[in-house]
């Protein structure tokens, strides 16, 4: 999904959940958008996934696309380690609330 697509998306529809995706030790987060079917669609420049240095710059991003509200979902590897479900995809165990 490309950053008009996302605005118009934003504009049309009001029924979705924006997440901040980061891995644990990477600098960098990657915006995810999932629908209400489900469909889960990543921001993208020129067919690759865009990748932020800091969660300022999304916010920046995500106000410019009409968006004030994402939640922060941080992938950390040692729970697969240990022998634990990875939960990083399950909204409820893992997301942090993010307003701007």
């Known amino acids: 999904m490309q950053f008009h697509d996302l605005k118009a998306?934003?504009?049309a529809h009001d029924n979705f959940e924006?997440?901040?995706i980061t891995h644990a030790g990477s600098h960098?987060?990657?915006v995810e958008?999932?629908?209400v079917e489900g469909g889960r669609y990543s921001l993208e420049?020129?067919?690759k996934p865009m990748l932020f240095r800091s969660l300022d710059d999304?916010?920046?991003e995500l106000k410019r696309a009409g968006i004030h509200r994402a939640y922060l979902v941080q992938y950390v590897p040692q729970d697969e380690v240990v022998g634990r479900e990875a939960h990083y995809?399950?909204?409820l165990a893992s997301r942090v609330p993010l307003v701007f």
């Open 9 to 11: 998306f934003a504009a």
């Open 18 to 20: 924006i997440r901040v």
């Open 28 to 30: 960098c987060f990657q």
């Open 33 to 35: 958008l999932e629908d």
């Open 45 to 47: 420049n020129r067919g």
């Open 58 to 60: 999304v916010y920046l």
């Open 89 to 91: 995809r399950d909204p």
